[in-house]
């Protein structure tokens, strides 16, 4: 999990915490709210449009940060970038859904590719599998950029919105024991940095909220 100094308004921690605490994204999904929903939902788009102004205002900056520093150095040409991440994003989640790491070996980091490794490893021995269908990538943007001048050092941040089926199935019996059976949305935050042979993921941040985004303020 990341961690950083934060400075957010007392109206944003509120709106942030209800939103936060109550609310989730499977959760808006379902019928029956109730009171309870009618009462939060003002909060609910409070939170939301301010977020999706944070995030649009990072960027706008990264682009037009990535324009200045791709013409000296082409590994952070916009393009380049988008197509690194989309190939990335998908052979992460079929190595999670075939438990093959070696799927997404080149675009893992080797700190996530052992983590991964340990941890799909181990889900069979529960006799248990992810089941992972009708996989998507909605939206993309680049919320960080840290170029340095010992190349080694780069990395950038991209904020995701994906959505899919994802749930834990017994092997036996093909019942499901958590998660859905219908496609959820979700936001993460994804970390790359720099390889020899091309950006790697290296850290993947699912609780996502706008003390994130603020905190990313120091754009080099």
């Known amino acids: 999990m990341i961690k950083k100094q934060r400075m957010v308004s007392t109206a944003c921690i509120l709106v942030a915490g209800m939103a936060l605490l109550f609310i989730t994204d499977e959760a808006t999904a ?6 309870l929903g009618l009462v ?3 909060f609910i788009l ?3 449009g301010i977020f999706t102004y944070i995030a649009a205002k990072k960027n706008k900056q990264v682009k037009a940060l990535l324009r200045k520093i791709s013409g ?3 590994m952070w040409d916009m393009d380049q970038i ?3 991440f989309e190939e990335a994003y998908f052979k992460v989640q079929m190595a999670w859904r075939d438990r093959d790491q070696n799927i ?3 675009f893992l980091s080797n700190r996530l590719y052992a983590k991964h490794k340990m941890q799909t490893h181990d889900i069979p021995k529960r006799g248990i599998r992810n089941g992972m269908e009708s996989i998507n990538l909605e939206e993309v943007a680049v919320v960080e950029v840290l170029d340095y001048r010992d190349n080694s050092k780069d990395a950038f941040w991209t904020l995701i919105k994906g959505s899919m089926i994802d749930n834990t199935i017994v092997e036996k019996t093909g019942d499901v024991i958590d998660g859905e059976k219908k496609k959820l949305s979700f936001k993460e935050l994804w970390r790359f940095k720099r390889a ?3 950006w790697v993921l290296d850290e993947i941040d699912q609780d996502v909220s706008i003390s994130d985004l603020r905190g990313f303020n120091h754009l080099q």
């Open 72 to 74: 000296r150095d082409p």
């Open 46 to 48: 409070i939170y939301s």
């Open 82 to 84: 988008k197509t690194r």
């Open 40 to 42: 939060l939902w003002p």
């Open 104 to 106: 997404a070996r080149e």
């Open 30 to 35: 379902r019928a029956g709210g109730g009171i």
């Open 196 to 198: 020899s042979h091309g």
